[in-house]
C-alpha cells in the first residue's frame, strides 16, 4: 500500500535493535511488507541535558551511548546509516520531488532539533548530505526556536528566521513538532512554503504539551501544510488506541480540511504504543478505519506537500 509516514525514529532505534530484520514498531523488513512506504527517517542528534531541579529533560530516551556523543558525532552515525541501507539497495533516499515515484520503501532524512547547526549556513552542507526536512526544536529551547517545553516562549531567533528562509530556498520542509506556540506562528508567517507539524495531535481533545491548539492548527493548514496524527499514547488519550488516532485526524479534518491531516507515527521513538496500532503493519487497519479518507490521509496530502516543497 502507498503510505507516507512523517515520523519514525529508525537511526535513533538502531543502537539496540535489528532495523533491518526486526519485529518491533518496524523495520525495513515490515515496512517491505507494506509495499510502497515513504518514511521520513530522522536524524536524532542529542545529549541529555538537566534542569534547575536537576531532572534529566531527556528522560524518556537515554540510550547511555547516545547520552555521551558529542553531537555531531550523532549525526554523523545517523547518517551513515540511512546511506548504508540506501548502498544496500534496501531502500531509496528521496533527494528531489521524482524520487517519490520510485518503487519500494523510500526514505525522506529529516532533522529533529537543529540544535546540532553551528549557524543557519550549515544547512547546505547537511542539504548535499541528503537532509530534506528540518525540524527546529526537540523539547528544549535552542539558537533557532523556543520549543513547547520553553519557560519564556520567545518564537524565532534572527537564527531561526534565517534558517526557515534557507529551508525554503534550498527545498527543505520546515516542522514545527515539539516547537513552542510562538514558534509555530512566526513560522507559519514566514514560510513561503507549506509547514509541517510531523508528529502531533490536537490539544482540545488531549491537553498534552506536544499538542497542538486551534490557532497552531489554523496556522500550518493555512500554509497548505499537513499534520501528522501521531501514535505517542501520552498525546492521544487516557485509554489510547487506534481509535484515537481516528478521532484526532477527524477533528482537523472537520475544523480545517481533509488536505492538512497525515500521519506522523513516532515508531521506534516511543516506549507504548496504542492498542490496535502496535506496529507500522497496523496502518493497514488504520486504513479501513479512515475508509474512503484514507488515501488522502495516508498519502495524497503529505506528497502534495512534498511535491510543492521539494526541487524536481
Ligand atoms: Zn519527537
Redesign the pocket.
Known sequence: MRFVDL?E?LAFSSQNFDLVQGEGQCSIKMLQQLGDPLVFA?I?PHINTWDERGEVLSAAYGHPTQSSAPLLQVLWEQFKLYLYLERRGLVSIVRKASDLEKPGVKLLLAL?GADVLTDPYDLHLLYEMGLRCV?LT?NYDNKFASSCMSKKDYGLTGYGEELVKLANKLGVLVDV??AGKATVLDVTSLSKAPVIA??ANVKKIRNHV?NLDDEELETIAKTDGVVGVTA?TSALSENPSINDLVTHASYIEQKFGLRHVAIGT?FL?VQSTPQGFENVLKVQELAKLLGEKADKILWENAVRVLKSVLKV
Open positions: 515520523h525514529d530522522v536524532f529533529e525540524g526537540w513538532a515539539h510531523s508528529h506536544r505517542i513516532d521513538g
